[in-house]
């Protein structure tokens, strides 16, 4: 009886994480000129395994697109952007980070971001606004 005491009270007092180690991609703007702005993904690998590729993809509303890019690959179409990684920034080992940029012509911000088919935030479904633009 004892024990089974002493093994209740561990598992209530034992921190459950929120959500298993997941690939993140952070947004963040860097200037913003009203009619555009400069920003970039951060990808970060926070699982216990180096990855060998990613893919982040978003969705512009009308009247924003993406213009100039660099350290990633992208296919545009109809308001949806897909970066994938060069040859270069693809592996990414535990607890390291890559970034991509680019520059947006009109003023939306990304939606529905997912990196490798998951949420950006990690894990979950995707869907939603991107996290909220830091301004560096």
């Known amino acids: 009886m004892l024990t089974a005491l002493c093994s209740l009270v561990?598992?209530?007092?034992?921190?459950?994480?929120?959500?298993?180690?997941?690939?993140?991609?952070t947004f963040a703007k860097s200037a913003d000129w009203?009619?555009?702005y400069e920003?970039?993904?951060?990808?970060?690998?926070?699982?216990?395994?180096?990855?060998?590729?990613?893919?982040v993809e978003f969705d512009l509303p009308s009247g924003s697109s993406v213009?100039?890019?660099?350290?990633?690959?992208?296919t545009q179409s109809a308001g949806h952007a897909a970066f994938a990684n060069r040859s270069y920034n693809g592996n990414v080992?535990?607890?390291?980070?890559?970034s991509f940029g680019f520059i947006v012509n009109g003023p939306g911000t990304p939606l529905n971001c997912t990196i490798n088919?998951?949420?950006?935030?990690?894990?979950?479904t995707p869907?939603?606004?991107?996290?909220?633009p830091r301004h560096l």
């Open 10 to 25: 561990l598992a209530l007092l034992v921190p459950v994480p929120a959500h298993a180690a997941a690939v993140t991609a």
């Open 34 to 36: 009203g009619s555009g």
């Open 39 to 55: 920003a970039r993904y951060t990808v970060k690998n926070e699982t216990g395994s180096a990855i060998s590729s990613w893919t």
């Open 67 to 74: 213009g100039t890019y660099w350290d990633a690959l992208l």
């Open 93 to 98: 080992a535990p607890g390291a980070s890559v």
């Open 117 to 124: 088919g998951a949420s950006c935030a990690g894990g979950g």
């Open 127 to 132: 869907g939603g606004r991107c996290a909220a």
